[in-house]
């Protein structure tokens, strides 16, 4: 196929960036003709009157009445779940302390499932699921039930306690929903884990929240291959004094043996097999532990955020219901992979408090073809689609034939979420997965946040690409300096929260101050997001990405400091600098800077081995894009490394070509021209 070499230039909100830079099919061209001419016009998108006339929400005073009262607001969300107690006070607030809907009692399972059950809902499909090899799945509402309560029963027969944590570590299929809806009945707080993490990412989690249980799987498909998921858990949990027992899901099927230890290990379906159904529901306190989940903070170490189950429940009911406008007959599809908050939140507990049917696909996009999410969308007849952008940017890059292929008229509303997404991106997901047709819900919110706080209300707010326009009702944000003081409309600055709102964790588990200096210390009192933000003149909200050494790559959010120091870790290392460099697709890559100890000398292997080491202390996600040798990293005068510098490198501004910086020489020059600059 001819390829083009296209570079273009187009405003954003964080000014110039450059749009697809290599390998772009004729058809990608194409596509760029039209949204070019879409992009100069600078229009906005109105609500279309078919969806505003349908829409959850329309009424645009909503924003006045919740503003006025916000705890009445979200009260009245709690108020369409099912509460053992009612709670005796909607908020206390004891800075930077909040607990929401005091005194009542739920369960989150039960808000899931049951409630659902006992409806005309009983035999709706709850979860469509589809494997990579082509399996194809339906549990209803009913036959979630059943699992769900038996697993909850094979939990408390294996000795977990209301309280005790369970770790999660499974390949996206209905089980691991199963099993998270399992803790939430019996009051076991769960910490699911991305099967893409490594055995030594695994084991660092399972042993700060001191897990009992780890429930896997054999493995999991993943383009072909199987992902060994159970290797991966031996591994780690040799080092894991808590854990007491594994308990395996049959996934792959035998592809590989599976070694089990005795007493330990346990088979999924062994288990359930003499699993009694019903198990009644724990009573849970609004305030108690729903689950835990890690993230990357600007430190090495992972954070435990902590969520609990009241607020939790009503914040992803309420942005489900609203901002993804769901209705009895939607068939949504939230592509996120349930290790994220993005599958906590929207693929289990918004979609199933809601009563929705939810799509699961266990594996990759373009497998075995890039047409995949377009092919299960036209068969299951999607209605609402929820992915990021980017995958957005691999679509357009592949080119409009793939969605082309297939019938998307059963789409009605698109979302973006993950990492600003560029107005080319927005604009094409507009014309070629929307038909022109489908409003776009670009969402801002964090693992932190619980649920989405910034975005449009797709029967309300007229949008414009690129922008996550506006707080969500109740929510109280706005855009600082240094000091802490709002700037003007048109300004950018610090995003921060200036209220607090039911799904915001309540701290970092096992780390309480830590929770304080994070996120509550550089402005006091306000909640401090980490991203740069600006508003325009109409107020509303460009999201510029984060501003602390915090990488979003691909929508994953990883810490400098974690890949350095998995580098250091590596005998050959003496020192590493790592940052996040401007990617076309990706969003962000990762670039490493590293020196070695006397001895160890620069080559190729060497380089792959550092890679595959980053790989093995975390997981393929975090595998350095590049690698540059260097004999010495630019650093200040007082020790700081030289962040900007080293971007500049990796992004060729300086330099040109900088595939393998093994000129010593080169670093110095730079930093001298910096310095010659900076006097
Ligand atoms: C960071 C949070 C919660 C969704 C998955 C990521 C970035 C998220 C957007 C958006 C611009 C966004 C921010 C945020 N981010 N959504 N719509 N526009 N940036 O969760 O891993 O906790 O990462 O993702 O930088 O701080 P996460």
Redesign the pocket.
Same mark, same amino acid.
């Given at each position: 196929m001819v390829k083009y070499q296209v570079i273009k230039k187009s405003k954003t909100a964080s000014g110039e960036v450059n749009i697809m830079s290599d390998g772009i099919s004729a058809e990608a061209m194409q596509a760029h003709a039209t949204i070019e001419a879409l992009l100069s016009e600078n229009r906005v998108f109105p609500p279309p009157e078919w969806f505003r006339a349908q829409a959850n929400v329309n009424d645009p005073n909503i924003y006045d009445t919740a503003t006025k009262d916000p705890e009445a607001f979200w009260a009245q969300f709690a108020r369409e779940l099912d509460w053992f107690e009612p709670w005796h006070q909607v908020l206390e607030w004891d800075p930077p302390h909040a607990q929401w809907f005091l005194g009542g009692k739920l369960n989150a399972s039960v808000n899931c499932i049951d409630r659902h059950v006992r409806t005309a809902r009983r035999n709706k499909a709850a979860i469509i699921w589809e494997g990579e090899p082509g399996e194809e799945r339906v549990l209803t509402y009913w036959d979630l039930y059943r699992e769900v309560t038996k697993f909850a029963n094979v939990l408390k027969r294996l000795g977990v306690h209301r309280g005790d944590r369970v770790v999660i570590y499974m390949p996206m299929v209905p089980e691991a929903v199963v099993a998270m809806l399992a803790c939430a009945r019996i009051g076991a707080p769960h910490s699911v884990v991305f099967g893409g993490f490594s055995a030594e990412a695994l084991r660092e989690r399972i042993n700060d929240c001191g897990a009992k249980v780890v429930v896997t799987a054999d493995g999991g498909y993943r383009r072909g291959n199987i992902v060994q998921l159970k290797r991966a858990t031996d591994e780690a949990v040799e080092h894991c004094p808590t854990v007491q027992h594994v308990i395996v899901l049959n996934r792959a099927m035998d592809a590989t043996h599976v070694p089990m230890l005795e007493g330990r290990d346990h088979w999924w379906h062994r288990l359930m097999e003499h699993a009694p159904i019903h198990c009644e529901p724990e009573a849970m306190d609004a305030e108690d532990l729903l689950f835990i989940l890690y993230?990357?903070g600007s430190t090495g170490k992972p954070k435990g955020i902590a969520h609990t189950t009241g607020g939790y429940l009503t914040g992803v009911y309420a942005t489900t219901k609203w901002v993804f406008d769901l209705k009895e007959d939607d068939v949504f599809w939230c592509t996120?992979d349930i290790g994220?908050?993005?599958g906590h939140s929207y693929v289990v507990y918004g979609p199933l408090a809601n009563g929705a049917t939810i799509l699961m696909y266990e594996g990759a996009p373009d497998y075995p073809e890039r047409d995949r999410l377009w092919e299960l969308v036209e068969k299951y007849r999607v209605t609402v689609f929820y992915t990021a952008p980017t995958a957005i940017r691999a679509f357009m890059k592949w080119g409009p034939q793939y969605p082309k292929r297939h019938d998307l008229s059963s789409l009605r509303l698109l979302g973006? &979420?993950?990492?600003?997404?560029n107005p080319e991106a927005w604009m094409w997901y507009h014309v070629y997965i929307g038909g022109e047709r489908c409003p776009i819900v670009?969402?801002?919110?964090?693992?932190?946040?619980g649920h989405i706080l910034?975005t449009p209300l797709p029967g309300i707010t007229t949008t414009k690409p690129g922008s996550?326009t506006r707080p969500f009702p109740g929510i109280e944000a706005d855009v600082v300096d240094e000091r802490g003081e709002s700037v003007p409309l048109g300004a950018g600055g610090y995003l921060v929260i200036k209220k607090p709102w039911p799904g915001m964790l309540r701290t970092i588990y096992g780390d309480p101050e830590r929770y304080v200096k994070q996120y509550w210390s550089r402005f006091p009192g306000v909640y401090f997001?980490?991203?740069g933000c600006k508003r325009d003149e109409e107020g509303y909200y460009w999201?510029l990405?984060?501003v602390d050494d &915090?990488m979003?790559v691909a929508?994953?959010?990883i810490s400098t400091m974690e890949v350095e120091s998995a580098l250091v870790d590596h005998p050959a290392v003496a020192e590493a600098a790592v940052i996040g460099r401007s990617h076309d697709i990706k969003g962000q890559a990762i670039a490493a800077f590293v020196t070695l100890k006397e001895g160890y000398r620069a080559s190729s292997d060497l380089m792959d081995e550092l890679k595959e080491h980053v790989v093995k202390k975390i997981g393929p996600i975090a595998r350095p894009d590049d690698l540059h040798f260097t004999s010495e990293l630019p650093k200040t005068r007082s020790g700081k490394i030289m962040r900007r510098l080293l971007r500049d490198i990796a992004e060729g501004r300086a330099l040109g070509d900088t595939t393998t910086l093994a000129d010593p020489s080169v670093v110095a020059a730079l930093r001298q021209r910096y310095e010659e600059q900076e006097v």
């Amino acid at each position: 196929m001819v390829k083009y070499q296209v570079i273009k230039k187009s405003k954003t909100a964080s000014g110039e960036v450059n749009i697809m830079s290599d390998g772009i099919s004729a058809e990608a061209m194409q596509a760029h003709a039209t949204i070019e001419a879409l992009l100069s016009e600078n229009r906005v998108f109105p609500p279309p009157e078919w969806f505003r006339a349908q829409a959850n929400v329309n009424d645009p005073n909503i924003y006045d009445t919740a503003t006025k009262d916000p705890e009445a607001f979200w009260a009245q969300f709690a108020r369409e779940l099912d509460w053992f107690e009612p709670w005796h006070q909607v908020l206390e607030w004891d800075p930077p302390h909040a607990q929401w809907f005091l005194g009542g009692k739920l369960n989150a399972s039960v808000n899931c499932i049951d409630r659902h059950v006992r409806t005309a809902r009983r035999n709706k499909a709850a979860i469509i699921w589809e494997g990579e090899p082509g399996e194809e799945r339906v549990l209803t509402y009913w036959d979630l039930y059943r699992e769900v309560t038996k697993f909850a029963n094979v939990l408390k027969r294996l000795g977990v306690h209301r309280g005790d944590r369970v770790v999660i570590y499974m390949p996206m299929v209905p089980e691991a929903v199963v099993a998270m809806l399992a803790c939430a009945r019996i009051g076991a707080p769960h910490s699911v884990v991305f099967g893409g993490f490594s055995a030594e990412a695994l084991r660092e989690r399972i042993n700060d929240c001191g897990a009992k249980v780890v429930v896997t799987a054999d493995g999991g498909y993943r383009r072909g291959n199987i992902v060994q998921l159970k290797r991966a858990t031996d591994e780690a949990v040799e080092h894991c004094p808590t854990v007491q027992h594994v308990i395996v899901l049959n996934r792959a099927m035998d592809a590989t043996h599976v070694p089990m230890l005795e007493g330990r290990d346990h088979w999924w379906h062994r288990l359930m097999e003499h699993a009694p159904i019903h198990c009644e529901p724990e009573a849970m306190d609004a305030e108690d532990l729903l689950f835990i989940l890690y993230t990357s903070g600007s430190t090495g170490k992972p954070k435990g955020i902590a969520h609990t189950t009241g607020g939790y429940l009503t914040g992803v009911y309420a942005t489900t219901k609203w901002v993804f406008d769901l209705k009895e007959d939607d068939v949504f599809w939230c592509t996120a992979d349930i290790g994220w908050v993005t599958g906590h939140s929207y693929v289990v507990y918004g979609p199933l408090a809601n009563g929705a049917t939810i799509l699961m696909y266990e594996g990759a996009p373009d497998y075995p073809e890039r047409d995949r999410l377009w092919e299960l969308v036209e068969k299951y007849r999607v209605t609402v689609f929820y992915t990021a952008p980017t995958a957005i940017r691999a679509f357009m890059k592949w080119g409009p034939q793939y969605p082309k292929r297939h019938d998307l008229s059963s789409l009605r509303l698109l979302g973006s &979420v993950g990492e600003p997404i560029n107005p080319e991106a927005w604009m094409w997901y507009h014309v070629y997965i929307g038909g022109e047709r489908c409003p776009i819900v670009d969402t801002w919110w964090q693992t932190e946040t619980g649920h989405i706080l910034i975005t449009p209300l797709p029967g309300i707010t007229t949008t414009k690409p690129g922008s996550a326009t506006r707080p969500f009702p109740g929510i109280e944000a706005d855009v600082v300096d240094e000091r802490g003081e709002s700037v003007p409309l048109g300004a950018g600055g610090y995003l921060v929260i200036k209220k607090p709102w039911p799904g915001m964790l309540r701290t970092i588990y096992g780390d309480p101050e830590r929770y304080v200096k994070q996120y509550w210390s550089r402005f006091p009192g306000v909640y401090f997001t980490g991203d740069g933000c600006k508003r325009d003149e109409e107020g509303y909200y460009w999201l510029l990405g984060r501003v602390d050494d &915090v990488m979003n790559v691909a929508g994953h959010r990883i810490s400098t400091m974690e890949v350095e120091s998995a580098l250091v870790d590596h005998p050959a290392v003496a020192e590493a600098a790592v940052i996040g460099r401007s990617h076309d697709i990706k969003g962000q890559a990762i670039a490493a800077f590293v020196t070695l100890k006397e001895g160890y000398r620069a080559s190729s292997d060497l380089m792959d081995e550092l890679k595959e080491h980053v790989v093995k202390k975390i997981g393929p996600i975090a595998r350095p894009d590049d690698l540059h040798f260097t004999s010495e990293l630019p650093k200040t005068r007082s020790g700081k490394i030289m962040r900007r510098l080293l971007r500049d490198i990796a992004e060729g501004r300086a330099l040109g070509d900088t595939t393998t910086l093994a000129d010593p020489s080169v670093v110095a020059a730079l930093r001298q021209r910096y310095e010659e600059q900076e006097v």
